[in-house]
């Protein structure tokens, strides 16, 4: 599959099906993920790769109890329906083969270490160097998106059920100084999903010439 079709073709797939992928599969997908740029080439990611059905099962429920803690704040009765339909995540994890988790290994270069000595605060570093570690995992994670998509495997890149990452950090056992920042899950689409509009061009970009 050419680069430009995949690109233009990939969808996000909700429906998987009863179907599995090989641990070789998954691993091609990885490595062509850890292919992404990086700052400073520090390759700033962790990936967690996950095919037991007991630890995605385990994840989808602490989804499930946290979701049902947030909806019982009072603060949430306004958009309670609207949350209550976070529960899709949880379904997600279930379903799918496998799901891979992408974390973010906390790591600061020698310039940012700079930055902090001349007494920066975090507002301002944030501006001088905007996420840099997080932009490095994102590519990462387009890459495995891409690549999955040209091998006929479908994926849905999230953040929502994120409002659980304390518990999902401690099933996984993942350190500190390493954080979860998405969740993938993989495996053969049942569903053909048709694209979403894109915001015109000149919403979008402009040219300084």
């Known amino acids: 599959m050419e680069l430009k079709e995949a690109i233009l073709n990939r969808r ?8 599995d992928v090989s641990q070789t599969q998954v691993e091609e997908l990885l490595k062509l993920a850890s292919w992404a740029p990086s700052a ?6 962790f990936f967690y790769a996950v095919h037991s059905k007991e630890v995605k099962e385990k994840i989808s ?8 803690e947030i909806l019982s704040w009072p603060e949430v009765e306004p958009l309670k329906e609207r949350l209550a339909g976070l529960k ?3 379904q997600y994890t279930r379903e799918a083969p496998w ?6 290994e906390e790591t600061r270069s020698s310039f940012e270490e700079l930055l902090i000595k001349k007494g920066l605060d975090r ?7 905007p996420h840099a570690g997080l932009q490095s995992v994102s590519a990462a994670i387009q890459n495995f998106l891409l690549a999955a998509h040209a091998e006929g495997l479908g994926t849905v890149w999230m ?4 409002f659980a990452v ?14 979860i920042v998405a969740l993938v899950p993989l495996g053969y689409p049942a569903e053909s999903p048709a694209p979403k509009l894109r915001k015109a061009p000149e919403d979008t970009w402009k040219f300084i010439l």
């Open 159 to 162: 953040v929502g059920p994120l």
């Open 123 to 129: 507002e301002r570093l944030e501006r001088w160097r």
């Open 166 to 179: 304390e518990e999902m950090e401690s099933i996984l056992g993942v350190p500190s100084g390493r954080r």
């Open 61 to 68: 429920s602490a989804i499930e109890k946290k979701l049902q």
């Open 88 to 90: 899709r995540y949880a």
């Open 40 to 45: 400073n080439n520090y390759q700033m990611w």
């Open 12 to 19: 996000s797939i909700r429906k998987f099906q009863d179907r």
């Open 99 to 104: 799901l891979i988790v992408f974390c973010l």
